[in-house]
């Protein structure tokens, strides 16, 4: 047995979902850029979820349930209340959501129409959790959800207390859209081994949120924040970035494991920072990400990843860094129930190997002899 460092180009399971073929990411077969363009957030959720793009009126039935299902229960809340004011965005958004299981009286009902309802009610609620927490830790009442409005503008209006722009609610869907799905991510793959010993849907998702806060994976876009801020202007970016990349620094935002020759989703972020910074008239952060990207890629040949350009968007939407990952787990859920409903359907127990690499033919010692 020979074990393969990351599980680097090992298949491990089939999925119907999303694809990564020659560079090119799809959802159920649909091209990411035509989804980005044209889709809202909510459709993508409904592809992802049912396999096939919404009628209208199945859209308009998943957004009166997601009305329905986005006010989060009160314990919740009070929990969240009790939170320290320090506490970790991520490590907030994990424990809240898995508290909500205690007040879901189908939480253990395994049949699929209750997980499948399970899903939306979840991606309902995490934008609600997400702004609750936000604003409990500045001593502000939490906003109820409003109905009638996307998840992307009701995330907006509960943050900050007012109905955001429609650019700001664009630029927001298009990043869901985006984020939506990405086949077998380190968080999907952790969604799948946890439910594929036959638990619960918030088991599932509460370790997909656990192993997206890492900065190797999800928490790389509020890593790349950081170091813009530590660059602080475009004039400082080479010596920085020169200097970082001769310490053997990893750059946040750059490499992947999968795409050698740059990441689909990357181009439409670049796009909206750039966009978002010429009607906000304060281009530095977006002319700072390209002088990176120049080095980097010159220098490295690395190319940026999805987690790269949306520091700059949503900073520019006004959005406070630490809660880029949390944005990125509202989004990601869609994806990562539908892979768990998929896990569900042909279920077997992931349990790999290991190739054991410790020493071999050791005798119990008695404790006094040690
Ligand atoms: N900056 C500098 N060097 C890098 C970077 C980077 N961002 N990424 C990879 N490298 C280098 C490594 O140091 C390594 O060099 P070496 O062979 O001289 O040791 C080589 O490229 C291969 O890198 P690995 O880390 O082995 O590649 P792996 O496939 O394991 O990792 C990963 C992929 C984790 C994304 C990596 O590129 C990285 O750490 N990037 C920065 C963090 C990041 O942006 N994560 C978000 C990824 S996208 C997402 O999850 C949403």
Redesign the pocket.
């Known amino acids: 047995m020979t074990a393969t460092k ?1 599980l ?1 180009g090992i298949v491990a399971t089939t999925s119907s979902i999303s694809s990564i073929i020659d560079g090119v990411l799809t959802y159920r077969g649909i091209n990411i850029d035509e989804l980005a363009e044209h889709a809202t957030f909510e459709e993508v959720a409904y592809l992802l979820w049912y396999g096939k793009l919404p009628t209208q009126s199945e859209l308009d039935g998943l957004l009166g349930r997601l009305d329905a299902y986005a006010a989060v229960p009160d314990p919740v809340i009070k929990q969240i209340k009790l939170y320290p004011k320090d506490t970790n965005s991520m490590a907030a958004l994990r424990t809240a959501v898995s508290s909500l299981a205690l007040y879901d009286t189908e939480a253990n009902d395994m049949s699929t129409e209750a997980n499948l309802n399970k899903a939306i009610k979840l991606q309902a609620q995490l934008s609600t959790i997400v702004a609750a927490f936000a604003r409990i830790r500045e001593g502000k009442e939490p906003i109820a959800p409003k109905k009638g409005v996307s998840i992307a503008h009701n995330f907006l209006y509960m943050l900050n207390g007012q109905d955001p722009e429609e650019v700001a609610v664009k630029a927001l869907d298009q990043a869901l859209v985006l984020h939506a799905d ?1 086949e077998l ?2 968080s999907t793959f952790a969604a799948r081994v946890t439910v594929a010993t036959l638990s619960d849907i918030y088991s599932g998702v509460t370790s997909a949120i656990g192993a997206l806060k890492g ?4 928490g ?1 876009n509020e ?2 924040m950081v170091m813009l801020e530590e660059i602080g202007s475009a004039d400082n970016v080479e010596s920085v970035i020169t200097d970082k ?1 001769a310490n ?10 999968v795409y050698k020759n740059g ?1 689909p989703r990357a181009k439409h972020l670049q796009r909206m920072s750039q966009e978002l910074g010429k009607l906000t008239g304060n281009l530095n952060l977006y002319e700072m990400s390209i002088k990176i990207e120049e080095l ?1 890629t010159g220098q ?1 040949g ?1 190319k940026p ?4 350009y949306s520091a700059s968007v949503y900073t520019t939407l006004g959005i406070p860094r630490d809660l880029f990952t949390p944005i ?1 787990a509202i989004s990601r859920l869609s994806g990562w129930t539908a892979h768990i409903l998929e896990q569900y359907e042909n279920n077997r127990l992931i349990r790999p190997r290991a190739e054991y690499t410790g020493p071999v033919s050791q005798s119990y010692v008695p404790i006094e002899e040690r």
């Open positions: 990351g680097e990405h991510n380190a900065p190797l994976h999800g790389a890593a790349v990349l053997k620094e990893k750059i946040m935002g750059f490499g992947h494991r990441d980097v490295k690395l990843n999805v987690d790269f990125f």
